[in-house]
């Protein structure tokens, strides 16, 4: 994706999962997400491949991307304290609410937003359900409205 996005003018840094890279500002590790990667030009009618799916932890911040749930979750939670994560619940092209609450789960964070849900019909999901299984299994979470700010205490 960096070299196609290069072509388009775009400064990238280059990196595969697994790889961390140190930038000014703060360290990110690029780690798997389980999800189709694809540029679709309409006009052309072509779909043009751009490498495996990704997530990123950038220092205390996990965005697990458009993913699936998958046992390297778990690794995640060992391997890194995890302030606040992003997870989808969309269901039908990632994981659902109850996959999201097991990754919440393994990845151990302090704060979980959910992300991916609600901006088509396919992905409608109730955050507030999401935040209620997260709550019974201790985890606190917090459904954003579209423009809405948060600042962590």
């Not at 930038?23 to 798997?32: D, E, H, R, T, V």
């Not at 109850?98 to 396919?122: C, G, S």
């Amino acid at each position: 994706m960096a070299t196609y996005m290069g072509w388009k003018d775009l400064e990238t840094e280059p990196m595969n999962i697994g790889g961390q890279l140190n930038l000014p500002f703060f360290k990110a590790k690029m780690i798997k997400a389980y999800h189709s990667s694809s540029n679709i030009l309409e006009d052309e009618k072509k779909i043009i491949y751009l490498g495996n799916p990704a997530g990123y932890i950038i220092e205390t911040i996990l965005h697990a991307g458009d993913t699936s749930l998958h046992k390297d979750m778990k690794l995640i939670g060992q391997q890194h304290s995890i302030d606040l994560a992003f997870l989808p619940i969309g269901d039908r092209f990632t994981m659902g609410i109850d996959d999201a609450v097991q990754a919440a789960e393994w990845i151990n964070p302090k704060l979980v937003v959910p992300i991916h849900y609600n901006t088509f019909p396919f992905i409608v999901q109730d955050a507030e359900e999401f935040v209620i299984k997260l709550s019974e299994k201790g985890i606190t979470g917090i459904p954003l409205h579209i423009g809405e700010k948060f600042s962590p205490k």
